[in-house]
């Protein structure tokens, strides 16, 4: 889920499109990113038992979520300069 959340937070620097809604798949593990580019009709899995997030709460909570994954981005990113 960490690593959802940091693509979805970097996505407009790295991707050029921006980033508005996560699913997380707990079962599946599978992290699916709702961007200014995303096609709806591609999100195949839907099933109420594997579905786990859904981050369509608001511009508010999701950018407290981007913030949060730019300073595990940054974390993990000095942690692997010291390895």
């Given amino acids: 889920l960490v690593e959802c959340l940091m693509t979805c937070a970097i996505s407009h620097q790295v991707y050029k499109t921006k980033c508005y809604s996560v699913n997380w798949f707990k079962n599946t593990r599978t992290c699916y990113l709702h961007t200014t580019e995303t096609d709806i009709n591609n999100l195949k899995v839907t099933t109420a ?30 942690k692997k300069k010291k390895n």
């Fill in 49 to 78: 038992s594997d579905f786990f997030l859904n981050n369509c709460a608001g511009i508010k909570y999701l950018n407290l979520i981007i913030l949060f994954a730019h300073i595990l981005f940054f974390i993990f990113q000095k």
